[in-house]
């Protein structure tokens, strides 16, 4: 622990003499011993991310909180001025930008203490949780066939990718444990979840400090139409144009459009030459300040991002459709789906709407059904029984409850709480099911009974991939009950209107 904090302060001071600052004040540049203080501190947020970024004191939405200079981003041009490297590089082009930094990274962490970098490199993660790092039983644990096969692709292509860079470290002589798949991952994860975009390198780059902000989704689109939904990425940025009061270290428009297109709440700023991060909101001091890295649902995070959000704005449950739904409408299949509120999306309620109807009323209804219209009562009674149904049906196909989730969930706080692994046989053995599976896996059965020593790490971290997996497949199944939940109140609702109108038939 009190290693980190040694690592952190060099961190800090290091960024400090490279011109990182969370002050507006560029004279203050290489004479502190952090970059940070002005603005900004670092600190710990147990329940939104962990290590991260508060707000120093008061800080207005708009304001700018920290700038880190070009000449500090980790990019695949500065790790190439490397010779040797550069040359090894240059006879492998079939390698994708992100592959090639990755092996740039791995090649800089095997210069220890003598790359420029060490006092950033040594403070980035040693794991991490994306999709890409699940074993056979975290990835079963997610239950749902799109998240199972998100997994398995996620997977396969991080062994490809690392096979097909395996030559060029070789050539590099890497050290072996840094031509390891472990290795592969943990600079891939490092490139997923850290990177930030930067105009001239697809690849994007790491941002020292700039990269201890933790994720905060993008809130509701200021119209509330739905059709935002069909951009699959929006910005936080959208709503600050009505900034006012002192501009002078505000955004301005010119940078508002550079970051909207880049659709976070930072982005690289040509005329000062800096990666440049804005308050999305106003903060108290002490607060939590947060950055927005795009719009995503809760699987696309933990694929990217190695965690996700108990309360996703953006999470969405894609209901299997028939052929026919498809076809009998325009919607693009990606906009028909269940918001996390359980509500069915515009897209998809207008599909649905639409296949209700008698084929040869289609067409003269259409229109109405586009704009998101309803169509009749006994129309709005059928689509919603039809949703609540393929809800049912896709919570009966899992193999566990909502009730059995959550039950699983407490049971494994319950374990990563235990310190030793006899501590852990004996709650275990009680349990079947997942658990049994969990310790059968781990080769936890077979433990001595006098082992007092602490748990390995492996498994801790195991563990902790395996909670997220299922927090994960409860979050989804909720989306599911809170749909069922929706869908009955709507039909209660359609009943009482046709037990007044007394009629089935009326176009509402
Ligand atoms: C850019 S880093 C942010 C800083 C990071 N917490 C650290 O200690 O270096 C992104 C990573 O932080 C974590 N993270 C960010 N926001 C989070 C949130 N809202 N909840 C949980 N974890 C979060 C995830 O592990 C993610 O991959």
Known sequence: ???????????????????????????????????????????????????????????????????????????????????????AVNGHSSLSPVQILAVCLLYEMQKGRSSWWYPYLRNLPHNYDILATFGEFEKQALQVDDAVWAAEKAILKAEVEWKEANVLMKELNLKGRLQTFRAWIWASATISSRTMHIPWDEAGCLCPVGDLFNYAAPGEEPSGFEDLELQSHTSSFQDTTSLCGDTTYMLDVEQLDACTERLTDGCFVEDVAAYCFYARENYKRDEQVLLCYGTYTNLELLEHYGFF????????????????????????????????????????????????????????????????CQLSVENEILVMRWISNKCNVLLKSLPTSFEEDSLLLDSIGKVQGLHNSLELRTYLASFTGEISAFVEVNGLRNVEDDSALPLSRKIKRSMERWRLAVQWRLNYKKILVNCISYCAESIDSFNCQKIISGTEHTLI
Request: include cysteine; hydrophobic fraction near 35%; charge should be negative.
């Open 1 to 87: 622990m009190e290693q980190e904090e040694d690592n952190l302060e060099s961190l800090l001071k290091w960024a400090a003499e490279i011109g990182v600052s969370d002050s507006a004040a560029t004279s203050q540049h290489g004479s502190s011993n952090s970059c940070l203080g002005h603005s900004l501190f670092v600190s710990y947020f147990p329940h939104a991310g962990g290590r991260g970024l508060g707000a120093a004191r008061d800080i207005r939405k708009g304001e700018l909180v920290l700038r880190v200079p070009k000449s500090a981003l980790l990019t695949r041009e500065i790790l190439l001025e490397d010779e040797k490297l550069s040359v």
């Open 309 to 372: 959000l108990y309360e996703n704005p953006n999470d969405k449950v894609f209901i299997p459709l028939e052929p026919e739904i498809y076809s009998s409408n325009s919607w693009p299949k990606e906009s028909m789906f269940i918001h996390q509120s359980g509500k069915p999306s515009f897209a998809l309620l207008s599909a649905l709407r639409l296949w209700a109807t008698q084929p040869s009323q289609r067409r003269s209804v259409a229109h109405l059904a586009y704009s998101g």
